[in-house]
């Protein structure tokens, strides 16, 4: 072969192909056998193709988007996309706007103090209320007592005073029985860190006949009083309980003016200090009068303890004191360190019923100390306190049964509880009466746009079946709380045209808040 026509033998011998599969060559003729297409007829070609080039887009230049930028084309699209712009949000700051008028005005939160949020625990007995039998022992219970958001503990009296003995009373002193002081303040600083505030009970002749001995005495009691208050105070205590206010108020006005002006004017920690009076007195009449002459914070009385008293009773109790009082002045309580236990008062099967009560009242709940565990009055208005984690107990089915009642009773508590600090219908909200019998009571607490409750009772022994439907009402409510398990179990639906609630049964009920 010549030069021209040699190929390496890898090449493919187009002669030994098909017409079909040939290459298509250019012309025969003087192919240049270094171009990229030179071929031989007859002969094999050699394909060689070239690299190939990238190409990559490097934009404009700044003279070119400058002269581009310039043009009138795209100063008006520059235009018409700025005025677009502003155009949209315009658009959507008239439509906030429109809806933050449109939406319904939240309504101002009230004036409150820290005793309106929650119950209040007393304490009346320390010996009683641990295995300890002193004040270390009510600071070794305080983590019970937060989980049941209690916000205050009325603790005591505690101070030395023999019965009857105004010469040697001693307001400063712990009585041996309680404790010492180091415990006390102990007990304080341990509750302030789990926000509970401590009360402390002055009562000056608690173990007597009469709270503030003869009349001869009271000028004297009421100035030694005054010291005392200012003693304490200093130790950190957020405020002063003492029964039989309306004598001392009476007899010694100035003096008493004083005593509130040391309590009440004060602050610890930058809330204010609480006085709370207690008075036997029962009508609403006489309680409410005292509020206004004593001019205590709270009164504690016997406005809902006969047991006489017909749900009519109970309901226009309620309806006086909050026409002549705003609720923040108001406390609901039974049982007391005199009166004794809740469970003794009103029968250990009524316990949660009245629990609901006082917790969804509009005011300050007070509870006797194992008031959330039934416990009752034997021998004593002292009863031992019952710590079921704490105690060992029998395991035969009585003690199991009566633990377990204990335990289900404080659930309950805790439950409603937690739903009267958390609910601000039930904290501060509107009361507003439902129905009303001579057995029955059913009355609607209500805030604003925040959710709506029912509580319903029924003292009677008869089903009672209360008509609670309105239009301002939804055909349907939640049982959130109930004594009845069975007929109203919790998280069901019951309807309010026609709510039957059976005897010696109460349930809270909540719907929500619809514009």
């Not at 206004?292 to 749900?311: E, F, H, I, P, Y």
């Not at 501060?428 to 059913?442: E, K, Q, R, V, W």
């Amino acid at each position: 072969m010549t030069k021209d026509t040699e190929v390496d033998m890898k090449d493919v011998e187009l002669n030994e192909m098909d017409q079909e599969k040939r290459p298509i060559t250019g012309g025969a003729g003087n192919g240049d056998a270094g171009s990229p297409t030179s071929t031989e007829k007859n002969g094999s070609i050699k394909v060689k193709i070239p690299d190939e080039i990238e190409t990559k887009f490097t934009g404009l230049s700044k003279e070119e988007l400058l002269r581009v930028a310039g043009t009138p084309a795209w100063v008006r699209t520059r235009w018409a996309l700025l005025i677009l712009f502003w155009l949209g949000w315009l658009g959507m700051l008239a439509g906030a706007v429109a809806i933050i008028v449109q939406a319904p005005r939240c309504k101002d939160l009230p004036a409150m103090n820290w005793w309106n949020y929650g119950p209040l625990y007393q304490i009346g007995d320390v010996q009683a209320f641990s295995e300890s039998q002193n004040l270390k022992g009510v600071e070794e219970k305080l983590d019970s007592l937060s989980q049941l958001k209690v916000k205050g503990l009325v603790v005591g009296p505690i101070h030395v005073a023999p019965a009857d003995d105004p010469v040697s009373l001693n307001f400063e002193d712990i009585s041996s029985d309680a404790g010492n002081l180091e415990q006390f303040k102990g007990l304080i600083i341990a509750a302030h860190k789990k926000s509970i505030n401590v009360i402390l009970d002055l009562t000056p002749n608690y173990l007597g006949s009469g709270p503030w001995f003869s009349n001869v005495s009271v000028t004297n009691v009421a100035e030694r009083l005054k010291s005392a208050l200012v003693f304490w105070l200093n130790q950190g205590v957020d405020g002063i309980q003492l029964s039989g206010v309306e004598r001392v108020a009476s007899v010694v006005p100035s003096l008493w003016a004083d005593i509130r002006a040391i309590v009440q004017n004060g602050t610890a920690e930058g809330k204010r200090r609480i006085l709370i009076g207690v008075t036997a007195k029962t009508s609403a009449v006489d309680v409410s009068e005292l509020l206004n002459s004593t001019g205590v914070d709270l009164l504690l009385s016997g406005a809902l303890r006969s047991k006489s008293m017909t749900a009519t009773d109970r309901a226009q109790t309620v309806q006086q004191l909050l026409s002549t009082h705003n609720q923040t002045q108001l406390a609901w309580n039974i049982g007391d360190r005199k009166e004794g236990h809740l469970a003794t008062l009103v029968g250990p099967d009524m316990v949660n019923f009245n629990q609901m009560l006082l917790l969804t009242l509009p005011g300050t709940p007070v509870f006797n100390y194992g008031d959330e565990i039934a416990l009752a009055d034997e021998y004593t208005k002292s009863p031992k306190m019952l710590w079921d984690s704490l105690e060992d107990e029998e395991t035969n089915g009585t003690a199991t049964k009566e633990k377990e009642q204990r335990l289900a009773c404080r659930s309950f508590f805790k439950t409603l509880s937690d739903l009267r600090g958390k609910e601000r219908s039930l904290q501060h909200g509107d009361y507003i009466p439902l129905f009303n019998s001579t057995s029955a009571l059913a009355y609607l607490r209500q805030w604003d746009q925040s959710g709506r409750y029912i509580a319903a009772f029924n003292w009677g022994s008869d089903v009672v079946t209360l008509q609670l439907a309105h239009p301002d009402r939804p055909a349907q409510a939640v049982v959130q709380v109930s004594t009845d398990k069975v007929n109203l179990a919790p998280d069901s639906a019951v309807g309010l045209s026609a709510l039957e609630l059976g005897p010696g049964q109460a349930v809270l009920l909540q719907f929500p808040y619809v514009a």
